[in-house]
């Protein structure tokens, strides 16, 4: 029988993120994230790991990049204004291909914003954020139970393609206690992950190692930055080729389809029930990684599909992505704000009017 | 070979057989070969870890037979910590300019100390950004001319000189603070003592230490190498004066 907890987002994320085998946690107090510093500041000393309240996002960044150069298997957490001082860790982390987990919840963006809950950091999160080109895996929950199971998983695909994975969520999900099944999950399984042969453990009378986050002439493992761009180029293709996951709900036989992700799916789900119950054709394609996009399934339902509907809790980043899959082929209307949850009234109404259009 | 010749004097081991990129008279050569000798005389090549800067000396992981990361400007302290907490039996050093250590590197380096990490940090202090072309660095000295202190460094405008090694001395976790140079032979002697207790007290679990290195800097400067060794002790030694700055465990034992 599963252990059933009752739970809070981020204090999930934190048990899941021990389960999952990570040593070092590094963070910064800021709402609305502070239970997962507090979780781990008093549990990861228990089980042998070691936490670190740091003097910045900026130094949390970069005391991960030598726990990660070491092997370890680290964290952090952080809102939209932490994230963004991370920045410049997370090229860096890049260019070394060095693999970490970073939990993202969302607040009011952008500057110091609000506490409110939204989904403003999707473009800086999926598109790279910082300087220079870059991508990393990111993990959509759209519940209590997956924001506990993808940080797990968070830690196999980071370490799998040496990239950073960042759990994408939003400050209800955060701070919102639900029953959860307590159980270990993989996201690849442990005896396929690669050995890593690159970690650093001093020379030990062999070749020294560096790990370097760039590329420069004459050291590093490449020989310059066409090389480095070329083979990350190749490494996210390869992701997108393996990792993209999505959930599709009722699309063989919708007039509407909505794409949504984290809690905003949530409240979709909601009023699919019921307006399928009413009679509605409508079913959604609920990203679980927004990148890699499942562009793919969009693009194929809109063969068929002629109308599609984009919720998010931003005034319009992941559109765009959906655009890109549907092209010419069907409308895209879009229904989002950046201020607080969009209601369930909102979503059902704003679907029903789409299938009532004809 | 065994041919009846004994090394006096040799390359460090911990040191690449090869020439440097580093400016005539330039100050990182002596400091790396410092830095070498000492994992050398300690037996630490095969457990060193170096935390490389940004700056003149983000080419030194080339140069030095050790494993070496690369991080941000300035973040050596935060990455090193990340490291040594991670593996506390390897020995951890950083290795940063003025500028990546006492402007953009502050935050990292006081809360290093201040946690009391039992990491090695020098800082190489030639008042001077080197590597963009002689900008004023926070140890720039009152009046002296910069790239972008073109009249002088005025302290109206653009403040005075940060001493870190003074700063770093009130902080209580901090085990060993010490200010050398390597001006001349006499000096870079003590130098070497200096670099080497540093590593010792790593090696003992004693804490934070640091070593700051004057260093000249002749083509940031604008003159001779051996102008460059008259202006450092006659200006530089008179605002940031050698020695001693803190030994918590020899104030302890007295």
């Known amino acids: 029988m599963a252990e059933i907890v009752l739970i809070k987002g981020n204090e999930a994320a934190g048990k899941a993120a021990i389960m999952a085998g990570c040593t070092h946690y590094y963070g910064y107090p800021i709402t609305p994230q502070n239970e997962i510093p507090e979780y781990m500041s008093l549990h990861l000393p228990e089980a042998g790991g070691t936490f670190i309240q740091a003097e910045s996002e900026t130094s949390s960044i970069n005391m991960m990049f030598g726990s990660a150069a070491a092997g370890m298997r680290t964290m952090t957490s952080t809102s939209g204004p932490g994230y963004s001082l991370m920045l410049e860790g997370l090229s860096h982390f890049a260019a070394a291909e060095l693999p970490c987990v970073l939990v993202l919840v969302s607040r009011g963006g952008p500057g110091g914003g609000s506490l409110e809950s939204t989904q403003l950091d999707y473009f800086s999160v999926t598109k790279g954020g910082a300087h220079g080109g870059y991508r990393n895996i990111v993990l959509a929950p759209m519940d209590v139970q997956e924001f506990f199971d993808h940080t797990q998983m968070a830690f196999d695909l980071a370490d799998k393609y040496r990239m950073v994975a960042v759990v994408l969520t939003e400050a209800t999900l955060g701070n919102m206690a639900k029953p959860i099944e307590i159980k270990r999950v993989h996201a690849v399984p442990s005896e396929e992950l690669p050995a890593k042969d690159w970690v650093m453990r001093g020379k030990a009378g062999k070749k020294k190692k560096l790990i370097v986050g760039g590329a420069a002439p004459g050291f590093g493992s490449f020989n310059d930055l066409n090389e480095l761009n070329r083979h990350l180029a190749d490494k996210y293709r390869t992701v997108a080729l393996n990792e993209t996951r999505y959930e599709a709900i009722e699309i063989e036989e919708a007039d509407v389809v909505v794409v949504a992700f984290g809690i905003t799916a949530g409240g979709v789900k909601q009023s699919l029930i019921q307006l399928n119950q009413e009679g509605y054709r409508a079913g959604m394609i609920r990203p679980i990684t927004l990148f890699p996009f499942p562009t793919e399934i969009i693009r194929k339902t809109s063969e068929r599909v002629k109308k599609f509907l984009v919720v998010e809790g931003n005034m319009g980043q992941m559109v765009e992505d959906v655009q890109f899959a549907v092209g010419d082929k069907a409308e895209v209307s879009f229904l989002g704000k950046a201020e607080g949850l969009i209601s369930l009234e909102e979503i059902y109404s704003a679907i029903r009017s789409l299938c009532e259009k004809g | ?254």
Request: hydrophobic share 40%.
């Open chain 2, 1 to 254: 070979m065994n041919d009846g010749r004994r090394a006096v004097v040799q390359r460090p081991q911990s040191l690449e057989p090869l020439a440097t990129h580093y400016c005539p008279g330039c100050g990182h050569g002596t400091a790396h070969k410092l830095v070498a000798q000492a994992i050398d005389e300690l037996d630490l090549q095969e457990i060193a870890i170096g935390c490389a800067p940004v700056g003149c000396s983000a080419i030194m992981p080339r140069y030095f037979d050790v494993d070496m990361i690369l991080g941000p400007h300035g973040r050596a302290p935060a990455v090193a910590t990340g490291f040594k907490r991670a593996l506390p039996e390897k020995i951890v050093f950083c290795y940063q300019g003025d500028g990546d250590m006492a402007a953009i590197g502050t935050a990292e380096i006081i809360h290093a100390a201040a946690r009391g990490e039992n990491i090695t940090c020098f800082l190489i202090n030639n008042a001077i950004y080197g590597m963009t072309g002689g900008q004023m660095a926070p140890t720039t000295l009152i009046d002296q001319v910069t790239t972008t202190t073109p009249l002088g460094r005025v302290k109206e405008r653009a403040g005075s000189p940060l001493r870190m090694s003074e700063i770093l001395a009130t902080v209580d976790e901090a085990a060993y603070v010490e200010r050398v140079s390597v001006d001349n032979p006499k000096n870079i002697r003590k130098a070497q003592k200096a670099v080497k207790k540093a590593f010792q007290y790593q090696m003992e679990n004693r804490g934070f230490s640091m070593v700051e290195i004057l260093s000249p800097c002749p083509t940031g400067w604008r003159m001779s190498p051996t102008d460059s060794r008259a202006w450092l002790v006659e200006n530089l030694m008179e605002v940031f004066p050698l020695g001693l700055l803190k030994d918590k465990w020899e104030e302890q034992a007295t």
